[in-house]
């Protein structure tokens, strides 16, 4: 059997099983405020699904969109969730023979997006205490070469945590606009941070920000995203992009409501994301040969590192999944540094929270010398 059937097979089995405690995804778990409820409500119940929407998305949500970044002299495209938007921006922007440079770790797909456009793709280690487990703006300029045509920056960075000073930011972005490259900003965790800073309100011309609904509004199933870029370069991604009819109608009028009714909602989230960490971070100082190397975490996830531990993380995913507590195995993010790992999600309610924390004791237990293969993805 091909290894997509298999892959898709695995997560059909995770999707339709009952019980399940999803911290492994970085999905957000809160039920929505009722404003979203009803508009969702609304939208399908006018049966607005029948007609496509406009193509770069609802004015009213783009216009949101824009506002909430505080990027309101750029323009917004809204996508089928984030990954579309990263999807178009490499197969648009990199031609064979252009380099891509990132982070390792980093988020895998648009390493892949850009492979399957031709280019070399070039990841900086940042993971582990040699790096400071952050990117150093000196690195990457060592990492720039003539054939630069991208820099693509996860911040805050998915796995790890970490997130850009403003020094960094300013960094980074000198070294962007010296190789005339652009950059890919991936604000997917912005909402989470303690202090974010954006790229793009120091390098407009070149910046494009990727950013989610699916993090801060729990909207992963309804697929809404967002690119924001100057308008030249909007313009040329808006001339064939995936969704070329238009995102879908329903997640729109939603993520409307989600933006709208943001301030009276988003905070009792982000209280309880950061009480939910220091829980984990708890549990993992009582267990032998775990630590959390990024503490607090500017994202809805802390990794868990367990090289000292005598684990797998592979061996501890599968021993936590029989409690049905699904977390992440660092190979996801990393083949490089992926043995030396765990993420757990924390924009859970706080049951499923306590319920991993209850189970990993027991489940490092069985962990440790486990050997077998056991197949994730």
């Known amino acids: 059997m091909k290894n997509f059937e298999l892959r898709n097979r695995h997560f059909d089995r995770l999707v339709n099983a009952t019980g399940i405690r999803w911290l492994g995804q970085n999905t957000n778990h809160f039920p929505n405020h009722p404003d979203v409820h009803a508009a969702l409500r609304r939208s399908i119940e006018a049966e607005e699904y029948h007609i496509y929407a406009p193509p770069a998305g609802l004015e009213e949500l783009r216009a949101l969109v824009a506002q909430d970044l505080g990027l309101g002299d750029l323009s917004v495209l809204i996508t089928d969730g984030a990954v579309e938007g990263l999807y178009h921006v490499c197969h648009t922007l990199l031609s064979p023979g252009d380099e891509f440079i990132t982070t390792d770790p980093s988020w895998a797909w648009p390493m892949h997006f850009s492979a399957a456009a031709g280019a070399q793709v070039t990841q900086i280690p940042i993971f582990g205490q040699e790096h400071g487990f952050r990117l150093d703006p000196d690195r990457l300029r060592d990492a720039v070469t003539d054939r630069t045509r991208m820099i693509y920056l996860v911040d805050p960075n998915n796995p790890i945590g970490c997130c850009c000073t403003e020094a960094e930011i300013a960094a980074i972005v000198e070294i962007a606009r010296g190789a005339g490259a652009f950059l890919v900003q991936d604000c997917t965790y912005r909402d989470f941070a303690f202090d974010h800073h954006l790229a793009a309100r120091l390098y407009p011309e070149r910046t494009i920000t990727t950013w989610s609904f699916s993090k801060w509004l729990g909207f992963a199933g309804l697929r809404v995203g967002a690119l924001v870029a100057h308008p030249d370069v909007l313009e040329r991604l808006a001339k064939a992009p995936p969704n070329n009819l238009g995102s879908n109608i329903v997640s729109q009028r939603g993520a409307i409501a989600g933006l709208r009714s943001k301030t009276s909602w988003f905070p009792m989230v982000l209280d309880q994301t950061r009480r939910n960490q220091h829980l984990v971070h708890e549990a993992v100082s009582r267990t032998e040969g775990l630590d959390v190397p990024e503490f607090p975490s500017n994202g809805n996830f802390?990794?868990?590192?367990?090289?000292?531990?005598?684990?797998?993380?592979?061996?501890?995913?599968?021993?936590?999944?029989?409690?049905?507590?699904?977390?992440?195995?660092?190979?996801?993010?990393?083949?490089?540094?992926?043995?030396?790992?765990?993420?757990?999600?924390?924009?859970?309610?706080e049951d499923w929270v306590a319920a991993f924390c209850e189970a990993l004791p027991d489940a490092m237990d069985r962990a440790r010398g486990n050997t077998a293969e056991i197949a994730l993805f």
Request: charged share 20%; aromatic share 6%.
């Open 302 to 349: 802390l990794v868990i590192t367990c090289e000292g531990s005598g684990a797998r993380p592979e061996a501890i995913c599968a021993a936590l999944n029989e409690k049905n507590i699904m977390v992440r195995q660092g190979a996801y993010h990393t083949e490089t540094f992926g043995h030396r790992f765990i993420k757990v999600s924390v924009s859970v309610p």
